[in-house]
């Protein structure tokens, strides 16, 4: 086969053989033009754009260097870099910087690309990888097609029959039935040739919508990522539709509707997602991508009961926790904590280049700040505690109230029996400016059965930027934000200690962060209160009074 361009772009001709050009004709639907645009809210960054052209290719957290663009269909980088690169996500790089130059660049590297079952991924990711390939081709078929020769539109458009019929056959899973329908979705709406089809695809992207996204607007799987990625796709799809005046299925519109102020619900002071059920990073440039093309702009929820998430919010303060039953949840009733753009509490976050170890280790309790028991295996390298895995019969409720002083949230979950065979109840009040954070983490035993003696820990892992100093007395941390204002930790029944930890949340490595630990004794302590209060610059006689008559702690 003829090299079909070099590394500068400088050569441009592809080789295509009768043969080739008799079995594309054949191969599936009349595709043959792009019929749609569906303009991608996805921003690229023409700096990236040019780092690709020189051979630099950083993808997924990792750094791949290539001399020229044959290589790149056979590269063998991590599997998270594959998976990525054969996905074609990174046409958005080459699409912003706008030169022909990298258009050319551009059409060189999918000219090569392998197809179909060619492409070289893990097998139970090839349908995902397809599926996102589809997606990225229509997304950026004008920046691809616009001046092509005829040589590269057969390519082109074999290409998109190929993936359109290997992506027919359903999924295995729920996250490839709703992939796989949106990339058949763009493809009857983007592409010529594909009408019969339309409102069968439309009808099972309405099905699989239904099936996944849930009432309050969140995602089956609880991560927050997953959300950003439904509407960064889905959102184009619609403002098309929209635009060429045709039916938008009411199925896909009231699933936009109900997850973009999830999206909201989901994000910190920051603009960045909050650390839960496996979300990589923060995601801020394409949230501000999908909050700008929100036109409802509706307010977010105070409580998702479907999700199985509970926010607080007052003053510039801002709790999230994670309610959901332990089954569900590696982080049950942990919360997040930020003022204003800065992050305070944090959990550790997935790390954004996919590793085992790692990610083993951060889906585990110890990572979150959350309380967690001693089990007979609990006790790793690091003498972590954690929670055992909860048995399908575990529960878990949160109860969230309003009054005039703020905010409370009641929550509680159950440990199987061959845990420790007890109910963890965390309260979590904040007041009305945002400036007092309190808590109580109790421990009683379920009924019925034995309670065995056991050590349990209550963390608070810290944002790398945060300043932690233990007091002169020892009885709380004073906490120095990157703006300079200070909030003091304190608690009643522990004393907190200050111990070293990581924070992974959108790093390609690991950064050093602290913890706040409390430890107690099953048996001989069942309750801990805690209490976050931001010093008042102004002085002592400013503090905040009040608010303490009706807690219940």
Same mark, same amino acid.
């Given at each position: ?376 295996? $609990? ?161 002592? $006689? ?12």
């Amino acid at each position: 086969m003829q090299r079909v361009g070099s590394i500068d772009g400088t050569t441009t001709g592809l080789a295509a053989s009768p043969l080739s050009r008799l079995v594309a004709a054949f191969s599936g639907p009349d595709i043959a033009r792009l019929d749609l645009p569906i303009a991608p809210l996805r921003r690229g960054s023409p700096d990236i754009a040019r780092a690709f052209y020189r051979g630099r290719f950083n993808l997924a957290g990792a750094d791949v260097r290539l001399e020229n663009a044959w290589e790149l269909s056979r590269a063998d980088g991590p599997p998270a870099w594959r998976r990525e690169f054969h996905s074609l996500t990174w046409l958005a790089h080459l699409e912003a910087d706008g030169r022909e130059l990298h258009r050319v660049f551009a059409r060189a590297l999918c000219a090569q690309l392998p197809t179909g079952k060619n492409i070289p991924v893990a097998a139970e990711e090839l349908l995902l990888t397809r599926a996102r390939r589809l997606i990225s081709l229509i997304s950026y078929g004008r920046m691809l097609t616009d001046n092509a020769t005829a040589e590269f539109l057969t390519v082109f458009f074999g290409h998109m029959r190929r993936e359109w019929r290997g992506l027919q056959a359903r999924g295995k899973t729920g996250d490839e039935k709703l992939d796989v329908a949106i990339a058949c979705a763009y493809a009857v709406t983007g592409l010529s040739g594909l009408g019969a089809y339309r409102d069968a695809t439309f009808a099972r992207l309405e099905a699989e919508l239904d099936q996944q996204i849930l009432p309050d607007g969140g995602h089956m799987s609880r991560n927050p990522a997953r959300l950003v990625g439904l509407l960064l796709d889905l959102i184009p799809l619609r403002r098309a539709l929209w635009t060429s005046h045709r039916a938008i299925p009411p199925g896909l519109n009231a699933a936009i509707e109900r997850m973009t102020p999830m999206l909201r619900f989901f994000s910190h002071g920051d603009g960045g997602l909050a650390a839960f059920q496996g979300a990589a990073g923060p995601m801020m440039a394409d949230i501000a991508s999908i909050l700008e093309a929100d036109t409802a702009a509706g307010s977010p929820l105070t409580q998702a009961p479907h999700t199985g998430y509970c926010r607080l919010a007052h003053g510039p303060s801002l709790i999230l926790a994670d309610c959901g039953t332990p089954v569900h949840s590696a982080s049950p009733l942990a919360f997040e904590f930020s003022d204003g753009a800065h992050r305070i509490v944090v959990n550790c976050g997935e790390p954004l280049i996919v590793n085992h170890a790692w990610s083993r280790a951060t889906a585990e309790t110890p990572a979150h700040s959350t309380l967690g028991l001693a089990g007979d295996t $609990g006790a790793g390298k690091r003498g972590h505690l954690r929670w055992r895995r909860s048995a399908p019969t575990s529960r878990a409720e949160a109860k969230l109230s309003v009054m005039g002083e703020g905010s409370i949230m009641r929550g509680w979950q159950d440990a199987p029996a061959a845990t420790c065979n007890v109910i963890h109840e965390r309260d979590i009040y904040l007041g009305k400016t945002g400036a007092d954070l309190r808590g109580e983490d109790r421990i009683r035993p379920l009924t019925g059965g034995p309670t065995q003696e056991r050590r349990f820990c209550v963390r608070f892992h810290l944002h790398p930027s945060v300043k932690a100093t233990v007091s002169k007395d020892g009885e709380s941390v004073l906490l120095l934000l990157p703006n300079r204002n200070g909030w003091r930790f304190s608690a009643r029944g522990a004393q907190p200690l200050l111990e070293e930890s990581v924070y992974l949340f959108g790093q390609a490595v690991p950064r050093q962060s602290q913890q706040i630990v409390l430890t107690g004794q099953i048996g001989r302590l069942d309750r801990i209160n805690w209490a976050f209060k931001r010093i008042d610059k102004r002085g002592p $006689g400013h503090a905040e009074t009040g608010e303490t008559a009706s807690l219940p702690f």
